[in-house]
């Protein structure tokens, strides 16, 4: 196919897009004015482990907590810091103990892991699925030991993990739950809100997140045992006692400083306000960019699982290059010549990282399991990182229709030149000719190779 007559960008031609995408997060009047007004009052940071209305920290906070529950049919929402801070407080509400193991996905964010290292806990790393890239039920089954305490599905990219199938094996080995909706608010499944269905779900306010509040996260849960554990956690294990009337710095477990701040709160209730409108556009986007795919050779748009909606944190397609022609890494090199923001795969698997390869998270001298972290652990995991995976980050408001028709354009036009991609000679020769192309060249053109998988 070549629907386009003209030149590659990668081959010395022009680019497909000259402008930048549209900047994220958007942040409109009515987030500064809720920031200034928490600054008016004086009110920054306020929770006091005395008895009264600011124990469970300031009025923006107590509102957050409300709207969040309320969106999501649970009892309690419980505001941290961070997603970081808020999944390890759940580990230690759900009763993990030093040396005992919490199944993860290897392909996520660190701290879907590292939150069982920080409760002297040990991750084991379960496959994914190669359709949905969500945590498998039967690799998580294949992992259950004596010592698994937990296990925590990430809603990957904003699609929904099998948490029928997850669940199930929860209930058969007496497994807590603990989801990672971090990529995922707003994201139902069969029904539910992400995050309502396993035993506490957590939730991220970072920058690049749907919804932010600069930093911040948000943990809910309809048991309360979990929901008194974390405040406690959040709050360096302070409690109240029955009859007391003034602070007593009385701690009952150890606990941590993980408050959020007033401002945080108030900037984070006005975006929770345009949740789902942020949502609609990215499913709309999205949506397009499928459809308009239809056709072309080697690339799989994300599938949706039956009666659930995606949050399409990232748009991530599978890659064949038997059919499209040209390996991963051309196209990829390819498209972005051509001015689009592309990258390869997602994070590496996270047992390849360091903390793992050298040993350093099972070196607790009270563990006595078989956690492994050695290459080729989760087959599926590699290949779609080192494959088959490409994932778009700029599909959200306020990016339009005609940004994802140069994503198109530019696919069309890669895929086109296929032939004389494979023809012109290695990646670094093809690096040359589009340095040499008209126009300014955009920064980082071509990232190294470790930089091949970080989102673009």
């Known amino acids: 196919m070549n629907d386009s007559p003209q030149k590659l960008a990668l081959l010395g031609g022009p680019k497909t897009r000259h402008t930048p995408f549209p900047p994220h997060p958007v942040i409109g009047k009515e987030e500064k004015q809720a920031v200034l007004d928490v600054l008016s009052r004086g009110k920054l940071s306020t929770f006091l482990a005395v008895p009264g209305e600011y124990f469970n920290g300031g009025a923006e906070i107590r509102r957050f907590e409300r709207e969040f529950a309320d969106y999501h049919g649970v009892r309690f929402a419980v505001a941290f810091n961070s997603a970081t801070a808020a999944l390890h407080a759940a580990v230690a509400a759900v009763g993990v103990q030093p040396g005992e193991e919490v199944i993860v996905p290897p392909y996520t964010f660190t701290s879907t892991a590292t939150c069982a290292l920080m409760h002297n806990a040990i991750p084991v790393f379960a496959d994914i699925d190669d359709t949905y890239f969500c945590l ?44 990672d909706c971090a990529q995922a608010p707003g994201a139902e499944y069969r029904g539910r809100k992400v995050g309502a269905i396993g035993d506490c779900g957590v939730f991220s306010f970072t920058e690049s997140k749907t919804i932010t509040s600069g930093e911040g996260g948000m943990l ?13 956690v959040r709050n ?16 009952t477990i150890l606990g941590w400083n993980y408050r959020m701040t007033e401002m945080d709160a108030a900037l984070g209730r006005v975006q929770f306000g345009r949740l789902d409108t942020l949502n609609a556009v990215r499913r709309d986007l999205c949506g397009y960019l499928s459809r308009q795919l239809s056709g072309l050779p080697g690339l799989t748009p994300p599938a949706v699982r039956a009666d659930c909606t995606h949050g399409f944190y990232l748009y991530a397609m599978k890659f064949d290059p038997a059919t499209a022609g040209i390996s991963r890494s051309q196209f990829l090199h390819a498209v972005q010549a051509e001015g ?29 399991g078989q956690a492994r972290y050695e290459k080729g652990l989760c087959a ?14 700029v599909l959200r408001a306020p990016a339009t229709r005609a940004d994802v028709d140069d994503f198109v354009a530019a ?24 340095r040499h192309a008209p126009g300014p060249a955009p920064a980082k053109l071509f990232p190294s190779r470790d930089r091949e998988g970080a989102v673009a």
């Open 340 to 368: 689009l923001p592309i990258a390869a795969g997602y994070v590496r698997p996270l047992y390849l990282n360091p903390i793992y390869q050298e040993n350093r998270a099972a070196a607790f001298a009270f563990y006595r």
């Open 220 to 232: 809910i849960t309809s048991d309360e045992q979990i929901a008194e554990v974390v405040r406690m």
């Open 136 to 179: 498998d039920p039967a690799a998580v089954a294949r992992s259950v030991s004596p010592l698994t305490r937990a296990l925590i599905p990430v809603h990957l990219f904003g699609g929904t993990a099998d948490m029928d199938g997850l669940l199930a094996v929860a209930r058969k080995h007496n497994l807590k739950v603990i989801e």
């Open 236 to 251: 360096h294990g302070e409690i109240i006692l029955d009859g007391q009337k003034e602070r007593t710095y009385r701690s």
């Open 411 to 434: 696919f069309k036009k890669v895929l086109g030149g296929a032939a004389e991609i494979r023809n012109a000679g290695t990646i670094e020769t093809l690096q040359g000719s589009a």
């Open 380 to 393: 599926v995991t590699e290949r779609m990182h080192e494959q088959e995976l490409l994932t778009l980050s």
